[in-house]
């Protein structure tokens, strides 16, 4: 039983991290930004943490695998529209990655029920395309406690963003439609 329990340890620190979304967003429109950037490197290490500890428990779950990029995108997600609510970033570029998600997950949800289950493979472009919009949004959160980033790099930053949504969400629409229309042809 205490093996089990112990199992049970990456699953309740994914699932903390999506409730600490709430707070990391209540700050951020508080614009209490240096304790969003605490909260946000709590986040970091229990994103880090659940999955070395999955592996090293030998506890995979079904949970897991679907709870823990679920929490990355309640977090990165209610993270961009709180930041465009204050003004820190476009609305328009909040509104391309909630977009980009909406697009990512009914198509998800619409292969389930037309083709049938499958197994959730994150692509390089969207690993990549989450990893840079974790690494700007913690640069528009660091920029207001401390200046340090020349404009030229936040403009940069927002447009990589901005372009890493369109590549991935295509490239998840291109190789999901295309699997969807393999199965029809041999069904």
């Given at each position: 039983?205490?093996?089990?329990g112990?199992k049970?340890?990456?699953?309740?620190?994914?699932?903390?991290?999506?409730f600490?979304a709430?707070?990391?967003?209540w700050l951020?429109?508080?614009?209490?930004?240096?304790i969003?950037?605490?909260l946000?490197?709590?986040a970091?290490?229990?994103?880090?943490?659940?999955?070395w500890l999955?592996?090293?428990l030998?506890?995979?779950s079904?949970?897991?695998?679907?709870?823990d990029?679920?929490?990355?995108?309640i977090?990165?997600?209610?993270?961009?529209?709180?930041?465009?609510?204050?003004g820190?970033?476009p609305?328009?570029v909040?509104g391309i990655l909630?977009l980009r998600?909406?697009?990512i997950?009914s198509?998800?949800?619409?292969?389930?029920?037309?083709?049938?289950g499958y197994?959730m493979?994150?692509s390089?472009w969207g690993?990549?395309?989450?990893?840079?919009?974790i690494?700007?949004?913690l640069?528009?959160?660091?920029?207001q406690v401390?200046p340090?980033?020349?404009d030229l790099?936040?403009?940069?930053?927002?447009?990589?963003?901005?372009l890493l949504?369109f590549i991935s969400?295509g490239?998840?629409?291109?190789?999901?439609?295309s699997k969807?229309?393999?199965?029809k042809r041999?069904?």
């Amino acid at each position: 039983m205490a093996n089990t329990g112990i199992k049970l340890i990456p699953n309740i620190l994914t699932t903390s991290r999506m409730f600490l979304a709430i707070p990391i967003c209540w700050l951020i429109l508080e614009q209490s930004y240096g304790i969003v950037l605490i909260l946000a490197f709590i986040a970091g290490v229990s994103d880090g943490l659940d999955g070395w500890l999955a592996r090293k428990l030998d506890a995979p779950s079904v949970y897991g695998a679907v709870a823990d990029p679920v929490s990355d995108k309640i977090m990165l997600v209610g993270t961009y529209v709180c930041l465009a609510i204050v003004g820190l970033i476009p609305w328009w570029v909040a509104g391309i990655l909630v977009l980009r998600d909406l697009v990512i997950v009914s198509g998800a949800i619409a292969y389930f029920f037309v083709v049938g289950g499958y197994e959730m493979e994150p692509s390089i472009w969207g690993k990549s395309s989450t990893g840079l919009q974790i690494v700007f949004a913690l640069m528009v959160l660091t920029q207001q406690v401390t200046p340090v980033f020349p404009d030229l790099v936040m403009q940069a930053g927002l447009w990589l963003v901005v372009l890493l949504a369109f590549i991935s969400g295509g490239h998840y629409v291109y190789v999901w439609s295309s699997k969807a229309l393999n199965e029809k042809r041999h069904q």
